[in-house]
């Protein structure tokens, strides 16, 4: 018994130095909250087999209680997902533009309510056969979507835990439209204001200012280029002038990281030490950009209103799915020819018995 006691814990610790390997190496892998996770369920697993153990109900019988409300804070938030989902996106449709972006959870909290009756209604109007393949496949699909949405949200939340140090050269601060024209959005001035709060305590600690980049083009409805924009906002702010230089080029993060990269690459800076700023839920795609562009970066997040949230974690993730999309369609393959197989199975089990017998009984005869 105590071998498997100990047991338990080494799979865990192993779990936990494979994480750290991977982690430090590189922290945009996705492969980081598959590992993480391994530790982190072990490790909880752990600890209950250890507390069962000690025989002590003093400890079992409050520590039992508190993990039942865990799981029952956990079971209700799932029972009420579309709920909040519908109540995010009415808080959405106040307060910001009824765009498609902007209705993501409004679509999958729909979604979501729908989900049972439309499972009814396949299943009371198709054949057998179909009726299985048309639910068990969505199922599955749904079960997929859901692991890597959670690995994602994984990495995204470990991506935060950065301090970064006050020895930087360049801070890039990346764009992310205007109003009226030639206005800062209060989301971008958070970005802003991050990087120029990081700006000033260097200047502090050390002394030596870093250059902040300003990166973002013009759009169709801005009367000046994003990056101008921002560069003015710094200097009022009190950024010095000659530490502000405005990136006007760019149209998308990758450009960012490009441009930005460019600008850093012909200062006389050698071995430049480098971190972008954005809003916190973009901090992992856009360091994964920043790695694709060559620029060797780690990101710093601002705060991100709470209400804004779901729905711009929903478009990280999308994107993010979207840039493997090659692999993701041969999961998908795999699992339509999984859930065949499997509806196969369930409805002609007694055929499927009869072939096994006579391909026994065919190697028996050789």
């Not at 909040?84 to 009415?90: D, S």
């Not at 498609?100 to 959870?105: K, P, R, V």
């Not at 939340?157 to 209060?186: C, E, S």
């Amino acid at each position: 018994m105590q071998g498997d006691y100990l047991f338990t814990w080494l799979v865990t610790m192993a779990f936990f130095v494979i994480f750290s390997i991977s982690y430090t190496y590189n922290r945009t892998w996705l492969r980081n909250g598959i590992w993480f996770n391994l530790f982190f369920y072990s490790f909880w697993l752990s600890l209950a087999i250890t507390i069962l153990k000690t025989d002590n109900n003093a400890i079992i019988y409050p520590v039992g209680l508190l993990f039942i409300f865990v799981l029952f804070c956990i079971g209700l938030a799932f029972a009420l997902q579309s709920i909040l989902l519908l109540w995010n996106a009415a808080i959405v449709w106040r307060r910001e533009s009824h765009s498609l972006s902007n209705s993501l959870t409004l679509y999958l909290g729909v979604g979501i309510l729908l989900l049972p009756f439309i499972i009814k209604l396949i299943r009371a109007h198709l054949p057998a056969f179909w009726a299985e393949l048309f639910t068990t496949f969505p199922v599955l699909c749904i079960l997929y979507a859901v692991f890597w949405f959670y690995n994602y949200i994984t990495v995204l939340v470990l991506y935060q835990i950065y301090w970064p140090r006050h020895n930087k050269d360049f801070i890039i601060v990346l764009g992310a439209g205007l109003m009226n024209g030639d206005q800062v959005t209060p989301l971008l001035a958070q970005r802003i204001n991050k990087g120029i709060q990081f700006y000033q305590r260097q200047l502090r600690k050390t002394g030596h200012a870093p250059k902040m980049i300003f990166s973002g083009g013009q759009g169709g409805d801005e009367t000046i280029p994003e990056g101008e924009a921002m560069r003015q906002y710094a200097v009022a702010h009190g950024v010095g002038a000659n530490d502000a230089i405005a990136e006007a080029a760019s149209k998308t993060t990758y450009q960012n990281m490009q441009f930005s990269k460019k600008i850093i690459d012909e200062s006389p800076v050698k071995k430049p030490k480098t971190i972008f700023v954005t809003n916190n839920y973009h901090t992992f795609r856009a360091a994964i950009l920043a790695q694709s562009a060559g620029l060797k970066a780690t990101g710093i997040g601002s705060k991100t209103a709470g209400f804004f949230l779901p729905n711009a974690v929903m478009r990280e993730y999308i994107a993010i799915v979207m840039r493997q999309r090659k692999l993701h369609l041969i999961m998908v393959a795999l699992m339509f020819l999984f859930s065949l197989f499997l509806v196969v199975l369930n409805l002609h089990s007694d055929w499927i018995a009869n072939w096994i017998q006579m391909i026994r009984q065919f190697l028996d005869n050789l």
